[in-house]
Every structure is written in C-alpha cells, then in structure tokens.
C-alpha cells in the first residue's frame, strides 16, 4: 500500500471513529429519563404506531431494556430507514429483558375510537411483559387504567432509548403485518402505504371498495359505506 492510500486509510478510520464517539454521546444523551429512573429495576418505554392510516391495526409495544447494555442508534422509527428498523428490531429483540406487542384490529378501532383502541394496544402490550415494569416511560401519553408509575414524554421516542427501541419493534410490526395484507388484499399498495391515505390507496379504494382491513370510521370521505 502506497503513502497515499495509508493517508486515505487512516483518514476513513479517523472519520469512522469520529462518527461512532458521536452516536456513542447522542445515544448516552437520550439515557437521560433512564438514568433519571435508575433505582427502578424494570424501566419500560411504550409506544405505538398506526394511529392514522385508514387500513390495518394499531400496534403498541412495551420494552424493557437491560440497565448494562447500551443498543446504538435507536432514535424515533420515523427517522430510520427500513434497513435500519429492522436490524435494530433483531437487536433489540435478542437483547432486551422483555418485549410485549398489542395489536387492535380494525374492528375494535371502529368500535372504540382510535384513541381509546390505542390505550387498549398499550395495556394489552404491557400484560405481555415477562416481568412487571416499575415504570412506564411513555410517548406523550398518560395510558388510562394502568396501576403503575408513568411519566408521558412529549417526543419520547428522541429523548428516550426505551421508547425508541419500543417505537422501532412497534412499526416493524405492523409494516410487515401490512405487506402480508397487501398479498391478500390487492388493489390498495399496502405493501408501499402501511394503510394510510396515499394517492394509490384512495384510488383503490374507490376502485374496489373496502376491504376487511379498512377501518369503517376513517374512510367515510373517500367512499360511501
């Protein structure tokens, strides 16, 4: 190897190192309400994913995640690509102490509300621990008929790792759940949309109707029902 091409060596090392302290210091920044809870053994972060789409369920899920490890790069799954959600969904899977997933069809959002479907897919998620939280660390939520400590965190999935790796497992989930509707109800893109309301979708939907999957209540301004 020439001077030159160790210069450029060294030089991608130096930058690869510079970005990974970085990652290191901004992930140890969003342990803030972690640290903030440490005397508690079982710090959960909830969140959820599917509040909008006017197709599929709404997906909630509880995590708990060890206190002597450290997962990089978990932020709000909306700021991940797909590649990256799903390699951290295996990460998080292998390493965390519990996961729980609440899933609530579309039925039951029509039945309730989507905010009340929402709080049902995040108890219904906790009951799924392993172990019982001593604390929930939610997003933005205060989650109705939960006996135990809660503290809502507006934008929690960027300011906390449990709910970030929460936020990640929870769309995951329901993306792929969504591509394997999109095999059995052709016609709207679920596979590209997740179920919300894309140019794609609403043409399908006038096109063929809705399917089992739509929820009842969001598409009264696209069809008739």
Do not use: W
């Not at 640290?35 to 006017?54: A, K, Q, T």
């Not at 965190?153 to 999109?182: F, H, L, N, P, Q």
């Amino acid at each position: 190897m020439t001077e030159k091409q160790l210069q450029k060596q060294r030089e991608k090392e130096e930058k690869a190192a510079a970005k990974l302290r970085q990652e290191i210091e901004r992930t140890e920044a969003m342990m803030s309400y972690e640290r903030r809870f440490s005397d508690r053994e079982y710090i959960c972060g909830i969140d959820e994913v599917g509040r909008g789409p006017l197709a599929g369920p709404v997906v909630a899920c509880a995590v708990i995640l060890p206190k002597d490890g450290q997962i990089l790069y978990l932020n709000d799954s909306k700021k991940l690509s797909e590649k990256k959600r799903n390699m951290l969904f295996d990460v998080i899977i292998e390493k965390a102490v519990s996961v729980g997933i609440g899933i609530i069809p579309p039925a039951r959002i029509d039945e309730i509300n989507i905010l009340q479907a929402t709080y049902e897919a995040m108890r219904e998620a906790i009951g799924r621990l392993a172990v019982r939280p001593d604390i929930l660390l939610n997003d933005a939520v205060t989650i109705p008929d939960v006996p135990i400590a809660q503290v809502p965190i507006i934008g929690g999935d960027g300011k906390s790792v449990s709910i970030a790796a929460a936020s990640i497992v929870a769309k995951v989930t329901r993306d792929r759940m969504m591509v394997e509707y999109a095999e059995k109800f052709p016609g709207y893109a679920f596979e590209k949309n997740k179920g919300y309301g894309t140019a794609a979708h609403i043409e399908g939907l006038k096109k063929y109707g809705p399917c089992e999957i739509h929820r009842r209540t969001f598409i009264g301004h696209f069809v008739d029902i």
